[in-house]
């Protein structure tokens, strides 16, 4: 049997992989994309959508972000994808918190913001009713899809508008240069880009551990329609310790204190605030943060009750109905927020390792065939044939 041959074969459906495909298949490459499963079920299906720009670490990760939300409002009108929210509330509970923002403000990173005291969150945003708010930030810099159906219409306009092949329920258990040993037979490719989110054990296992990654369990949650529509998404002070654009402000240190002293256990599990809203009005609401190489498949109520009660705290009012709940995971490294690594001639394996995929991916992609093509312009199956 002739082997299928293309000028480029991506191992990986998820976001990073049809980024990849996209900007690939822009050039004129011929592009397959494998997955072992029979539509994408990773961690791109299972996120927010919130593609978050103000409160990524400072400098060029902060770049990509801008990068790749670009993207995604350019080409989401094409691909039918609709973008459910402009832009970013965040809600300072805690003087400490206003101080963050401050911080923020100070720097390249608060262009176009807005810094609120209370009076003008509660003014400009009646939907957030606490009883505890020192003010807030408005960053219209962010946009949010809804993944679970937003990946799928990707994957479908990819193969519709671009010709990219996709190859499913497909596993890859071997690549070398040139060549793709999979459970439906071998591929022939010219290169070959290896995305394959947090699976840590089955292709170059050794560069994943020189990385330090690990796997990073998340609990997620739908809600019911609160009855009001989101100005943007909303986030609130435990974000401010976990987002590197915010934590690594030196102002972050006296939050820190603080919230250890009075939201203890939500910094234990990880516990930060995100809510979004669909276009039925529910809302998607979490997250927590559990590590582990394999994180065990249980998701205790006690840490979602710990997210709705922060939801509560910022929104002055009980948490609607939970309708579905959910869990997914990541790749998490302490070292980085992504590498793109040659493994063989002509192979990269690229891996986004903190939960920032849907923020970055199309410009660490962009990046990565920058790297691996040389800025080749010519098709490259008119060479290997
Ligand atoms: C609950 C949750 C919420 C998140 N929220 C956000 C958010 O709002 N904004 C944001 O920017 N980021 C968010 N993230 C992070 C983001 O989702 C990830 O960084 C991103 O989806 C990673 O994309 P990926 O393509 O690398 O991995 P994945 O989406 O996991 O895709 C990897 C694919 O590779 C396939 N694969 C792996 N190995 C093989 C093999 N050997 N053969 C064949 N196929 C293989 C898998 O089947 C899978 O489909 C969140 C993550 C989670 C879990």
Not at 172 to 179: A, D, E, I, L, N
Not at 246 to 252: I, K, N, V
Not at 351 to 370: H, K, N, P, Q, Y
Request: hydrophobic share 40%.
């Amino acid at each position: 049997m002739r082997a299928n041959r293309y000028d480029l074969v991506i191992i990986g459906a998820g976001i990073l992989g049809l980024a990849h495909a996209y900007h690939a298949a822009r050039q004129g490459l011929k592009v397959a994309v494998i997955d072992r499963d029979a539509q994408a079920n990773g961690a791109s299906v299972r996120n927010f959508g919130f593609v978050t720009v103000t409160g990524q670490q400072r400098g060029d990760f902060h770049s990509l972000t801008r990068r790749t939300r670009d993207i995604w409002a350019e080409i989401a009108p094409q691909a039918g994808i609709v973008i459910h929210h402009h832009g970013l509330l965040v809600s300072a509970q805690r003087p400490e918190a206003m101080a963050v923002l401050q911080s923020l403000m100070m720097t390249e990173m608060g262009e176009g913001c807005t810094l609120m005291d209370a009076e003008a969150v509660r003014a400009h945003y009646p939907q957030l009713t606490p009883t505890q708010l020192e003010g807030g930030l408005w960053s219209p810099h962010e946009v949010r899809v809804d993944s679970r159906s937003a990946i799928h219409q990707l994957t479908r306009w990819l193969e519709a508008a671009h010709q990219v092949d996709f190859h499913w329920s497909t596993s890859v258990h071997g690549v070398q240069t040139g060549h793709v040993a999979t459970s439906r037979g071998a591929f022939n490719a010219d290169h070959v880009i290896v995305c394959p989110g947090d699976d840590l054990a089955t292709l170059y296992r050794e560069v994943f551990q020189r990385h330090e990654v690990t796997r990073c369990k998340l609990h997620m949650m739908r809600l019911a329609d609160p009855g009001f529509t989101l100005p943007g998404a909303v986030m609130s002070d435990l974000s401010l310790v976990r987002y590197l654009g915010y934590a690594e402000r030196p102002e972050a240190a006296a939050l820190k204190s603080r919230l250890e002293r009075e939201q203890g256990e939500h910094l234990k599990q990880g516990v930060h605030l995100i809510v979004v809203q669909n276009a039925d009005g529910s809302l998607v609401v979490g997250d927590t943060h559990h590590y582990g190489d394999t994180p065990d498949p249980f998701a205790p109520s006690a840490y979602d009750d710990l997210v709705l009660e922060e939801f509560e705290n910022v929104f002055g009012r009980p948490a609607p109905a939970v309708l579905e709940r959910w869990t997914g995971t990541y790749a998490s490294s302490p070292k980085q927020q992504f590498f793109i690594e040659t493994v063989e001639e002509r192979v990269q394996l690229v891996v986004v390792t903190c939960g920032a995929g849907a923020s970055s991916g199309f410009g660490i992609a962009e990046r990565s065939l920058d790297q691996l093509l040389g800025h080749t312009q010519a098709p490259l199956s008119a060479q290997a044939e």
